[in-house]
């Protein structure tokens, strides 16, 4: 399998403008991560009809507008991000048709939307590449996942990796069948590991401590837990192992969240679920 991984930006910038449409939950962390590693906000507009929304996105000191119609006329940007929901897609992507004749790429976070369904509503040869980011790139800690149709060319490919490595770790697969599985753990897995805390943080509640402390506790323990994981040669089976003495706390809570048909196959249902919804999604 071609997957190919990186966290390094190349020495690839857009050679025009970026364009940010739909700056909500997940384009808002895009954009933050964006400005936050270095990209200019100069160089950035966002399209956003949320009056609250586009106001929280000018904050950044991007360059805001309610409607494509304000753009659509102007200097077609180098790359265009396309984050809104899939059900808006057909409609939205039928507006910058114009940007697409003129050699946009356009990169596409929508959930299940194939990226021969992207190239047919902006026309066919033009260049897509879908992505499926997650939040933690609002601090330069997301896992971006793309899947490049055949009009992308190398340098689109290597600017689009620049742009996205200034918000995480950055991922390129070739079978476009994969993304659904990469929803199901990268793109969606922020939230059940926001889960996770909060059942840690109520558990800690349960058992005598006060809330504040509790939560801090659940949150620093993950954090601290994921960064060692990351920076360690040791696989997290290991880790784990590290911590588990005979007979001791640890083996006590994992006696309960290791037996059978706990927590391994809750998550693998749980992300076999989000996989199968974004195979539905595809398919409306
Ligand atoms: N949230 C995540 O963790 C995450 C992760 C990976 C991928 N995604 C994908 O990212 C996309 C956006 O999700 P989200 O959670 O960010 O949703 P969201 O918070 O609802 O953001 C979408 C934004 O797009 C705006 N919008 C609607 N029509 C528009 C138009 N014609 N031009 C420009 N903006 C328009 C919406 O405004 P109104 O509310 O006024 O309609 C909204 O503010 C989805 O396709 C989702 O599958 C999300």
Same mark, same amino acid.
């Given at each position: 399998?071609?997957?190919?991984?990186?966290?390094?930006?190349?020495?690839?910038?857009?050679?025009?403008?970026?364009?940010?449409?739909?700056?909500?939950?997940?384009?808002?962390?895009?954009?933050?991560?964006? !400005?936050?590693?270095?990209? @200019? &906000?100069?160089? =950035?507009?966002? *399209?956003? %009809?949320?009056?609250?929304? +586009?106001?929280? $996105? #000018?904050?950044?000191?991007?360059?805001?507008?309610?409607?494509?119609?304000?753009? !659509?006329?102007?200097?077609? @940007? &180098?790359?265009? =991000?396309?984050? *809104?929901? %899939?059900?808006?897609?057909? +409609?939205?992507? $039928? #507006?910058?048709?114009?940007?697409?004749?003129?050699?946009?790429?356009?990169?596409?976070?929508?959930?299940?939307?194939?990226?021969?369904? =992207?190239?047919?509503?902006?026309?066919?040869?033009?260049?897509?590449?879908?992505?499926?980011?997650?939040?933690?790139?609002?601090?330069?800690?997301?896992?971006?996942?793309?899947?490049?149709?055949?009009?992308?060319?190398?340098?689109?490919?290597?600017?689009?990796?620049?742009?996205?490595?200034?918000?995480?770790?950055?991922?390129?697969?070739?079978?476009?069948?994969?993304?659904?599985?990469?929803?199901?753990?990268?793109?969606?897995?922020?939230?059940?590991?926001?889960?996770?805390?909060?059942?840690?943080?109520?558990?800690?509640?349960?058992?005598?401590?006060?809330?504040?402390?509790?939560?801090?506790?659940?949150?620093?323990?993950?954090?601290?837990?994921?960064?060692?994981?990351?920076?360690?040669?040791?696989?997290?089976?290991?880790?784990?192992?590290?911590?588990?003495?005979?007979?001791?706390?640890?083996?006590?809570?994992?006696?309960?969240?290791?037996?059978?048909?706990?927590?391994?196959?809750?998550?693998?249902?749980?992300?076999?679920?989000?996989?199968?919804?974004?195979?539905?999604?595809?398919?409306?």
């Amino acid at each position: 399998m071609s997957t190919d991984i990186s966290s390094q930006s190349q020495n690839t910038q857009p050679d025009g403008r970026v364009l940010l449409v739909g700056c909500g939950n997940m384009g808002f962390a895009m954009l933050k991560g964006w !400005i936050e590693q270095g990209t @200019p &906000a100069n160089r =950035i507009d966002v *399209v956003e %009809p949320n009056d609250d929304l +586009r106001q929280r $996105a #000018a904050g950044t000191g991007a360059s805001v507008h309610a409607d494509v119609a304000d753009i !659509i006329d102007g200097e077609a @940007p &180098a790359m265009a =991000i396309i984050a *809104v929901k %899939p059900q808006m897609m057909a +409609r939205v992507l $039928a #507006a910058y048709k114009p940007f697409a004749a003129a050699g946009t790429t356009f990169v596409s976070v929508a959930a299940g939307t194939l990226l021969g369904t =992207i190239e047919g509503a902006l026309g066919q040869g033009s260049a897509v590449i879908r992505c499926m980011p997650n939040t933690p790139a609002a601090v330069g800690k997301g896992m971006m996942v793309c899947c490049a149709n055949e009009a992308v060319t190398d340098k689109a490919r290597a600017v689009c990796e620049t742009l996205l490595s200034s918000s995480g770790s950055v991922a390129f697969v070739e079978e476009e069948r994969l993304m659904d599985a990469v929803t199901g753990v990268s793109g969606s897995g922020p939230a059940y590991v926001f889960h996770f805390i909060e059942a840690m943080a109520e558990a800690g509640v349960k058992s005598g401590l006060p809330e504040e402390l509790s939560k801090e506790l659940a949150i620093q323990t993950v954090y601290g837990a994921a960064a060692y994981a990351r920076s360690s040669d040791e696989d997290p089976g290991q880790l784990r192992s590290n911590v588990t003495s005979p007979n001791g706390t640890t083996a006590a809570a994992l006696d309960v969240l290791m037996g059978t048909g706990r927590l391994r196959e809750l998550v693998a249902e749980a992300v076999e679920a989000a996989a199968e919804r974004s195979r539905e999604l595809s398919r409306d």
